[in-house]
């Protein structure tokens, strides 16, 4: 497990330097700001990203899944490098690029693999070893109280089985290549399985599109006013709860 140190909020949260100034406010520092706030319940501070259990062990699988995690990495800095990728009007200085840098290098996953238990794993399955890595990770002192925390890694977890992996890895290998401009290629995206059980019996799970949604719910999930209803698209086919990034 990597460690980081705490958010240096000179970074984060930096002063006007003028009014008007439109760099304190920019996204990539108030995600920053979101990573200061460590709760002090786990021991994965000042980090983002999400637990992904592999379920996919068939022959050619260990370059398909190692392709899907770099492909995750390429979508996960794109989405935190979205304000700096574009053009500046030539009267606004350049953005300064250390809040995107220092995001960037606090994307961490932690990979669970076993083939002897996790092969062809089912959606509760993975939701149960999901459960006790959440106990693992818990401090000594949440799990006594049963406070748990609000950090999105301790909410959502990622399910690579093929499906999720083939879906991954139909995105482009350029994240700005969006659907428009090439609308016969849609973005991949990945099962996620929550720490809920649906009321009506069953793991909470859904799809979510790896190009913005995949991301937007990590930081804003811990949001104290978030509601997943809110955010919720219902799958026709199957009625699975589907976030895409359809037209971004």
């Known amino acids: 497990m990597a460690t980081f140190p705490p958010i240096d909020m000179a970074i984060a949260a930096p002063a006007f330097r003028f009014v008007g100034d439109d760099e304190p406010g920019r996204g990539p520092r108030r995600l920053l700001q979101v990573l200061a706030g460590h709760d002090e319940n786990h021991n994965y501070p000042y980090c983002w990203g999400y637990t992904i259990f592999r379920t996919v062990y068939t022959p050619g699988s ?42 960037c290098s606090r994307y961490y996953n932690e990979v669970v693999e076993d083939g002897e238990t996790l092969a062809n794993a089912s959606l509760e399955e993975v939701g149960r070893r999901f459960d ?5 990770h818990l401090t000594p002192d949440a799990l006594q109280r049963g406070s748990g925390t609000s950090n999105a890694r301790f909410r959502f977890c990622l399910m690579l089985d093929q499906e999720s992996v083939d879906n991954i890895l139909a995105s482009p290998e350029e994240p700005y290549l969006s659907l428009r401009t090439d609308r016969q290629r849609q973005d991949g995206w990945v099962k996620v399985v929550t720490d809920e059980q649906r009321p009506e019996g069953g793991r909470l799970w859904f799809r979510v599109g790896i190009r913005h949604f995949l991301w937007s719910l990590w930081f804003d999930s811990q949001d104290p006013d978030f509601f997943l209803e809110e955010q919720e698209g219902v799958d026709e086919g199957d009625g699975v709860l589907t976030f895409m990034d359809h037209g971004r």
Do not use: C
């Not at 260990?62 to 935190?80: P, T």
């Not at 006790?132 to 693992?136: H, P, Q, S």
């Open 62 to 103: 260990d370059e398909a899944f190692a392709r899907a995690i770099e492909r995750l990495g390429i979508y996960a800095k794109a989405y935190v490098n979205d304000d700096i990728a574009s053009k500046r009007p030539p009267n606004k200085e350049p953005r300064d690029p250390r809040p995107n840098q220092d995001l």
């Open 132 to 136: 006790a890595w959440i106990n693992e």
